[in-house]
């Protein structure tokens, strides 16, 4: 097939063109022109780690996602999801950790408990000890809420 050079109809860019070609558009144009949608998915991953597996999810732009489907219904309609409630989402691994973590304290508190139920009037002291317990108890029965202030060492 023979060529033609022609100024390109957006820039004026001198470009290699097909004989039969009336116009055309440079590879620069073109670039330019599909840059669009690239901007578009940079703006997407914008959003915060785990936000697709979130129950529900708010961007900045008030879009309202369920387990990352947008709701174009509810736009607008909830407060944006703050990073901190994503961080409270654990994965698999991060569970057992914190499991394990909570199993350590028990232990502890245990230990706790039973040195003072050898020394008199202590009874407030070992109750609240019994209420930690229980309270850390929740998470080795998989009751993640609130674990970093239930495991936190006093
Ligand atoms: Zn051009």
């Known amino acids: 097939m023979n060529h033609k050079f022609i100024k390109c109809k957006n820039c004026g860019r001198i470009m290699k063109v097909a004989e039969d070609a009336i116009e055309g558009t440079c590879y620069v144009c073109v670039i330019k022109a599909t840059d669009i949608p690239k901007e578009r998915k940079a703006k997407s991953s914008n959003k915060l780690r785990g936000w697709k597996f979130m129950n529900v999810f708010v961007d900045e732009e008030g879009n309202v996602y369920h387990k990352g489907k947008i709701q174009l219904e509810l736009k607008g309609t909830l407060p944006q999801t703050e990073a901190k409630e994503i961080k409270k989402q654990l994965n698999k691994k991060e569970k057992e950790k914190v ?51 239930k495991l936190k060492v006093f």
């Open 99 to 149: 499991k394990r973590q909570a199993g350590a304290v028990i232990e502890d508190l245990k230990k706790e408990l039973k040195e003072l139920n050898k020394i008199p009037r202590t009874l407030s002291k070992r109750r609240i000890i019994e209420k930690r317990i229980r309270e850390v108890s929740k998470i080795l029965n998989g009751n993640f809420k609130d674990y970093e202030k």
